[in-house]
C-alpha cells in the first residue's frame, strides 16, 4: 500500500520546495504524522511535456531509487504517486552549494561522498549529474546524500566498454566540487581522473541545459 495517495495530498496541503521550468517537476513537501515526503511532480508541466517526457522520468527515477534502496545517502520509501509523480522518503540538510562558501565541508565529507558513489555503481547506477552542487545534500549529521535521479541510467542496459567511462564521469563530479572546496587535498590519483574526464568533455559541443532554465512552462 502507498503511505498516501493524491487525494491525501487535496485534505493536507502541500508545502511547495521548488517550482520547476519547462520540462522540469515541481517539488513539494508532504506531511503524514510525523513523517515527511517530497513530492516530485510533472502534473504542472505543458500536456505534451507531461504525457511523454514526464512520463519517462518518473518511471527512470522510479527505478534507479528502488534498485538504490538501503544504500547510505539514498532517499527511502520511493513510490509512484501518479504516472507524472513520484515520492519519497524527505532527507533534511543543506545543499553543498549552499555550504559551500561556510567553511565547515571538509575533505572526510567527500571521501564518504565518493563511498556512496562507489556504491551506487555496485548498485548498476550511474547518476550523471553530481557537478551540480545542488544535486548534493549535506545532512545535519554532516553525511552526503544525493537528489535528482532522473538524468541516471541503469548500467545493465547500456554495453559493458561505455560502464567504466560513465562511472568515470559520475566520480569527476565528486572530484571537482571536492577540488572546488578542499583544493589540494585530493591525491593523485583523484586529480588525474578529474583531468582525464575533463578533456573529453571539452569535445563536447552542447554546454549547459538550456531547455531546462530558459523556457517557463506557465
Known amino acids: 500500500m502507498m503511505p498516501f495517495t493524491l487525494e491525501d495530498t487535496k485534505k493536507n496541503p502541500v508545502r ?33 511535456v507531461r504525457c511523454s517526457l514526464g512520463i519517462f522520468m518518473v518511471r527512470r527515477e522510479l527505478r534507479a531509487l528502488e534498485r538504490l534502496q538501503g544504500v547510505p545517502g539514498i532517499a527511502a520509501d520511493p513510490f509512484r504517486l501518479s504516472p507524472f509523480a513520484l515520492a519519497y522518503r524527505h532527507i533534511p540538510g543543506i545543499t553543498l552549494k549552499e ?32 557537478r551540480y552542487m545542488r544535486n548534493i545534500l549535506i545532512t545535519p549529521e554532516g ?36 577540488q572546488k572546496i578542499c583544493p589540494g587535498t585530493m591525491g593523485d ?26 523556457f517557463s512552462r506557465r
Open 16 to 48: 511547495v520546495l521548488s517550482r520547476g521550468r519547462w520540462a522540469n517537476a515541481d517539488l513539494f513537501l508532504f506531511d503524514t504524522g510525523p513523517d515527511t515526503w517530497v513530492i516530485k511532480d510533472f502534473s504542472p508541466c505543458r500536456a505534451l
Open 99 to 130: 555550504a559551500r562558501r561556510t567553511g565547515t565541508v571538509t575533505p572526510e565529507f567527500f571521501k564518504q561522498l565518493e563511498d556512496t558513489v562507489q556504491r551506487m555503481h555496485g548498485r548498476g547506477i550511474v547518476h550523471l549529474d553530481i
Open 143 to 178: 553525511a552526503p546524500a544525493l537528489l535528482d535521479f532522473q538524468s541516471s541510467l541503469v548500467l545493465d542496459r547500456i554495453p559493458r566498454f561505455l560502464h567504466r567511462p560513465l562511472q568515470a564521469i559520475d566520480l569527476s563530479g565528486v572530484y571537482k566540487c571536492w
Open 189 to 214: 590519483a583523484r586529480s588525474a581522473l578529474l583531468e582525464a574526464v575533463a578533456r573529453k568533455r571539452s569535445w563536447w559541443i552542447f554546454k549547459g541545459y538550456p531547455l531546462g532554465t530558459r
